[in-house]
């Protein structure tokens, strides 16, 4: 008999999440009971229509709202049980979770280097180390050749690249993108998934792309459809969880090459 | 860590240099208006030290010729020559007047005084002392006569022989010394029509002009259209005497006030000049507010320029402490910059104002302190709005 294979943490495990804004008669109830799990290496798209819900569970997951009950367990620790938060919250977001926004969000006064270096040197790194793990992120991404380039300098695309850059510079096992792809043209749009999907695998990172772009969802193994403000998951077909010989869970997608 | 004031101000220099230098001039003129205020300090002491009077001896009653009208008989100066402790004595007249100065005319401080007395200008820049009774003068620079000029005072022509510098009156009107003499006539004198009006009263008055007595009219006439009176009487003490002593002893012994060279100077500083220098305050206030005002606004509108980044910043982890500091260092560079504009302008036109201007370095120091005061001040309208900015408004539209 074949021994069991061992049962992966979630990354990002949700329990009945729940988010009201407002009191009495004029209280909103965005999220009504989320569940989810998003495993390391994995790419999960979450959408849903304008108003159902995903922004404000993207805030929730990246502790810059409290919800108003339920639980968030990042990588094993919880975050928040029904009240009870974690004490740091900024830190949480510094050292464990990325975000990649709809615009590349770059501070237009630093250079590509120093965007993406800025992270680890909130994190204590040293100036030289910090700029090396930029450098690293930005050959990663494949525009190493752009380091000393301020932001204005940039393309549309090679600004999303470094922003994206950014979110990965500390090695979070998370990263929440919301809408990365929505200034892109198609060909763009499929590129930054590709990488993205390429870096959950080289990284172990749990990624949550938030979308509307009809373009990609076809892409997710995996989808969070939210209405209403509760998650209908949907598999994508072909989606497998493996685990390796060490254990570690494996999630694939089917990204399109870019023509 | 990356220092990311630097790098915003090197991202905007242009906008933000065109701030300091905006501000830069404020600060060059609220140092001017500082500036001002010292030299007229400087100019009263200045003045006062020319004469190098220990005691001055005006009319009872008054604070002396700078502040009221004084008036003393010129023959004062032998009885107080009486008293222990007076070594030296000497008349001097005061007198402010517009003189003509080729097409243009000057306002200047006529100023009496006896050759070799109290009263004379110790130091001459060039030229020489007074060695005729009459019609010679000592002009300061400032009045723009040269040694050799002929100065118009009423009726008579003066020839300048000697220029002094820094020799102004409280009001910053330029001195020229003339003999005692001229100036008690030039102070005193009446128009010819008002004499030959006041003589005809005389002669038609029979009480003064008796048959009998052929000279009565000459000596009431005499008497009538000639000064004999001064302004103030300088004293110089015995070595070894206390000039307090002695200024006691002036006014216990006759119906005078005597005043010590500290007293007189306090007399300038403290009273003449005090409305000045309150409006000096005021002003200096003024463009503490204002400048308060601007880099209040100037910080303000570049931190909302830059909310969404502060956003990602906050939202990516960075402390507080790190924004408040960012934007600290912003307004406190812009202090700094507009300061040293400030402190250069102030140097480069300060020799073009009217009045003599005195920067001091004292002065220069309390005004950095106070931009720095006031930067930090106006950096908390833009902290504050700074650290209001919700991380959350990074995610989502």
Same mark, same amino acid.
């Given at each position: 008999m074949e021994p069991a294979a061992p049962i992966p943490q979630p990354a990002i495990l949700l329990e009945a999440l729940r988010k009201t804004y407002g009191t009495g008669s004029t209280a909103v109830e965005a999220l009504k009971g989320v569940d989810m799990a998003v495993y390391p290496g994995e790419v999960v798209g979450l959408i849903g229509p304008s108003g159902s819900g995903k922004t404000t569970l993207l805030k929730c997951l990246g502790a810059v709202i409290e919800p108003t009950a339920g639980r968030i367990t990042l990588g094993g620790e919880v975050i928040y049980d029904d009240g009870w938060k974690i004490r740091d919250l900024r830190a949480l977001r510094r050292d464990r979770i990325g975000f990649i926004f709809q615009a590349p969000y770059l501070i237009p006064f630093l250079n590509a280097t120093d965007n993406v270096a800025l992270l680890p040197m909130l994190a204590g790194v040293s100036n030289?180390?910090?700029?090396?793990?930029?450098?690293?992120?930005?050959?990663?991404?494949?525009?190493?050749?752009?380091?000393?380039?301020?932001?204005a300098e940039l393309s549309g695309g090679e600004q999303q690249r470094v922003s994206i850059a950014r979110a990965l510079a500390n090695k979070p096992p998370i990263i929440l993108a919301d809408e990365p792809t929505a200034p892109l043209d198609s060909q763009r749009a499929l590129t930054v998934v590709r990488i993205l999907d390429q870096l959950a695998r080289e990284y172990r990172t749990a990624i949550i792309v938030v979308t509307h772009d009809e373009k990609i969802i076809p892409t997710f193994k995996r989808i969070y459809h939210i209405r209403d403000g509760r998650t209908v998951e949907e598999q994508g077909e072909g989606l497998e969880i493996s685990n390796d010989a060490a254990g570690a869970t494996h999630a694939t997608a089917v990204v399109p090459q870019p023509a | 860590m990356i220092n990311l004031a630097s790098r915003d101000i090197a991202h905007g220099f242009g906008r933000y240099f065109l701030t300091s230098v905006g501000l830069g001039l404020l600060i060059g003129v609220t140092l001017s208006m500082a500036g001002i205020y010292r030299g007229m300090v400087d100019d009263a002491k200045a003045l006062l030290e020319s004469w190098q009077a220990d005691v001055w001896v005006v009319q009872q009653h008054t604070l002396g010729p700078f502040a009221e009208s004084s008036n003393l008989h010129d023959d004062v100066y032998r009885n107080l020559l009486g008293l222990p402790g007076v070594a030296e004595t000497g008349n001097v007249t005061f007198l402010t007047m517009q003189v003509k100065q080729g097409e243009s005319d000057v306002r200047v401080m006529i100023s009496g005084? =006896?050759? #070799?007395?109290? %009263? =004379?200008?110790?130091?001459?820049?060039? %030229?020489?002392?007074?060695?005729?009774?009459?019609? =010679?003068?000592?002009?300061?620079?400032?009045? #723009?006569? %040269?040694?050799g000029d002929r100065i118009r005072i009423r009726r008579n022509e003066y020839t300048v022989v000697g220029l002094t510098r820094r020799m102004v009156s409280s009001s910053g009107d330029p001195m020229v010394f003339i003999p005692l003499k001229d100036a008690q006539q030039t102070q005193f004198l009446k128009d010819n029509e008002a004499i030959r009006n006041d003589r005809n009263r005389l002669a038609a008055n029979p009480g003064l002009n008796r048959a009998g007595v052929p000279g009565l009219l000459d000596a009431v006439e005499a008497n009538q259209f000639s000064n004999r009176n001064v302004n103030a009487v300088l004293v110089r003490v015995t070595p070894g005497w206390n000039p307090r002593v002695v200024a006691d002893n002036i006014k216990r012994w006759k119906y005078l006030q005597a005043y010590t060279g500290e007293e007189m100077e306090e007399i300038l500083v403290g009273k003449l000049i005090a409305t000045a220098a309150r409006q000096i305050a005021v002003f200096l206030v003024i463009l503490a507010l204002v400048s308060a005002a601007i880099v209040a606004l100037i910080i303000y509108t570049m931190t909302i320029s830059k909310i969404k980044e502060i956003a990602v910043l906050k939202l990516i982890g960075t402390r507080n402490t790190t924004i408040a500091g960012m934007i600290l260092q912003e307004a406190l560079g812009l202090g700094l910059i507009g300061f040293v504009i400030g402190k250069l302008l102030a140097t480069l036109w300060g020799p073009h104002f009217p009045r003599h201007v005195v920067l001091l370095t004292e002065d220069a120091v309390r005004g950095f302190i106070?931009?720095?005061?006031?930067?930090?001040?106006?950096?908390?309208? %833009?902290?504050?709005?700074?650290?209001?900015?919700?991380?959350?408004?990074?995610? #989502?539209g």
């Open positions: 030289g180390h910090a700029r090396r793990r930029a450098f690293e992120m930005l050959t990663a991404l494949d525009v190493a050749h752009r380091a000393a380039a301020q932001v | 005084f =006896e050759p #070799g007395r109290p %009263g =004379e200008p110790a130091l001459l820049m060039a %030229g020489r002392p007074l060695t005729r009774p009459h019609y =010679e003068a000592i002009a300061d620079v400032k009045t #723009g006569f %040269g040694l106070v931009t720095v005061v006031i930067c930090t001040i106006a950096s908390v309208l %833009g902290i504050r709005a700074a650290l209001r900015v919700d991380p959350a408004a990074a995610i #989502g």
